[in-house]
């Protein structure tokens, strides 16, 4: 019962949904620190203005995101998406689902890779034991999803301090230089402010997968819970992107780890100790959990609403555990064309998509909306 008031209490209205937002964006973007190069860290002293625009954006979007599905009850993506697109809800879903599984994806090839190299489990062993915790996790529902995702982002916070405390601890003087110095030399062509701002940019609007994860939200009845909500999901979802950053800089410009597949495998190579490997192949495992679990179980609760919206008989948990479990079976399929192209050319075109079909319409009608929301209600709801 006290877990329960916990949860209900203001941990639930403030913290929660930055935790569930964080979940799905830790693995696929820190978990292996590939995102953080090829968004940021490559600029070199400059890369953390990318950083900053990613804070500054994922904190406003995610209150926008969350005082509107207050004001319009709207807990499932469809729902939302209905109140700032119209007929043109669908767009959104089928660029979601897309980078959804294009980020399950990305986790999928390179858990596999670690969990082998690290901890001696064979790939396709370590990848099918992680889809049927994701299959479990959707069988019991939402209750069960924000435990487990509660518990598994302080464990994950508490690995990546870790992490990054060792390389810091030895990688410190590197990273004054770099920073003292404006180096920039990774990159062959020209960098500015400018580039950085895009980069930011580009990063949030694909990690806005996380906007969906809506199932967290009933619990907000105010707009300052929804602001101060949304300042703590932005800062939940940039501290590690910050922290990974620092750490590369510890490197920079060394092409072996800005341009690994795993650079944060490298840079804990190059470290030393079997005990922080292995760790990290069980961290790495983790966040695929957490990342696949939080983004099917968004569509799993745009399916039940659809359901309900009809008519028809709601889907059982044991069909929400096989549609989880098939889901990510396709992506571990995908998972085979490669990480870096996967997260180079796919990231980057359903960023745009993201940007399109979302973040302008939720920056323009969906804050009209939000300010006059008896605006054209009848018609908005029409779909």
């Given at each position: 019962?006290?877990?329960?008031?916990?949860?209900?209490?203001?941990?639930?209205?403030?913290?929660?949904?930055?935790?569930?937002?964080?979940?799905?964006?830790?693995?696929?973007?820190?978990?292996?620190?590939?995102?953080?190069?090829?968004?940021?860290?490559?600029?070199?002293?400059?890369?953390?203005?990318?950083?900053?625009?990613?804070?500054?954006?994922?904190?406003?979007?995610?209150?926008?995101?969350?005082?509107?599905?207050?004001?319009?009850?709207?807990?499932?993506?469809?729902?939302?998406?209905?109140?700032?697109?119209?007929?043109?809800?669908?767009?959104?879903?089928?660029?979601?689902?897309?980078?959804?599984?294009?980020?399950?994806?990305?986790?999928?090839?390179?858990?596999?890779?670690?969990?082998?190299?690290?901890?001696g489990v064979d790939y396709w062993a370590g990848v099918g034991a992680i889809t049927v915790v994701v299959g479990i996790l959707n069988f019991y529902g939402r209750n069960l999803i924000e435990r487990f995702k509660t518990f598994g982002t302080a464990v994950l916070y508490i690995g990546y301090l870790l992490f990054s405390s060792v390389v810091l601890f030895s990688r410190w003087d590197s990273v004054m230089t770099v920073m003292a110095a404006g180096e920039t030399s990774f990159e062959t062509e020209s960098v500015s402010v400018w580039t950085a701002v895009t980069l930011g940019i580009v990063y949030m609007?694909?990690?806005?997968?996380?906007?969906?994860?809506?199932?967290?939200?009933?619990?907000?009845?105010?707009?300052?819970?929804?602001?101060?909500?949304?300042?703590?999901?932005?800062?939940?979802?940039?501290?590690?992107?910050?922290?990974?950053?620092?750490?590369?800089?510890?490197?920079?410009?060394?092409?072996?780890?800005?341009?690994?597949?795993?650079?944060?495998?490298?840079?804990?190579?190059?470290?030393?100790?079997?005990f922080l490997i292995a760790l990290f192949g069980v961290v790495v495992g983790w966040t695929l959990i957490e990342t696949a679990t939080g983004i099917i179980h968004?569509?799993?609760?745009?399916?039940?609403?659809?359901?309900?919206?009809?008519?028809?008989?709601?889907?059982?948990?044991?069909?929400?555990?096989?549609?989880?479990?098939?889901?990510?079976?396709i992506s571990v399929g995908l998972a085979r064309i490669g990480i870096i192209d996967l997260i180079a050319k796919g990231y980057a075109a359903m960023s745009y998509g993201m940007i399109a079909v979302y973040i302008i319409p939720l920056m323009t009608i969906g804050v009209y909306r939000i300010l006059n929301p008896d605006w054209k209600s009848d018609f908005w709801e029409t779909s």
């Open positions: 019962m006290k877990l329960d008031r916990f949860f209900e209490g203001g941990f639930g209205r403030y913290v929660l949904p930055g935790v569930i937002m964080q979940s799905v964006l830790i693995g696929g973007g820190y978990a292996t620190g590939r995102e953080i190069v090829e968004y940021g860290a490559r600029l070199g002293s400059l890369g953390w203005i990318s950083g900053l625009t990613a804070l500054c954006g994922f904190s406003f979007l995610s209150f926008l995101t969350f005082e509107l599905a207050r004001v319009f009850k709207a807990y499932d993506y469809r729902s939302l998406v209905k109140q700032v697109a119209w007929k043109f809800w669908f767009l959104f879903e089928i660029v979601y689902v897309i980078l959804g599984m294009i980020v399950i994806a990305v986790m999928a090839s390179a858990t596999g890779e670690i969990v082998e190299q690290t901890l609007g694909y990690n806005l997968v996380f906007a969906p994860a809506l199932f967290t939200l009933r619990r907000q009845s105010t707009r300052k819970e929804t602001f101060w909500s949304g300042m703590i999901t932005g800062v939940l979802m940039t501290f590690p992107w910050f922290l990974t950053y620092f750490c590369l800089m510890g490197f920079y410009p060394d092409g072996e780890v800005l341009g690994a597949t795993v650079p944060w495998l490298v840079m804990l190579e190059r470290i030393g100790g079997k968004a569509i799993v609760e745009r399916l039940h609403a659809h359901t309900e919206q009809v008519g028809r008989p709601k889907m059982t948990h044991l069909q929400d555990a096989i549609f989880a479990t098939g889901m990510l079976v």
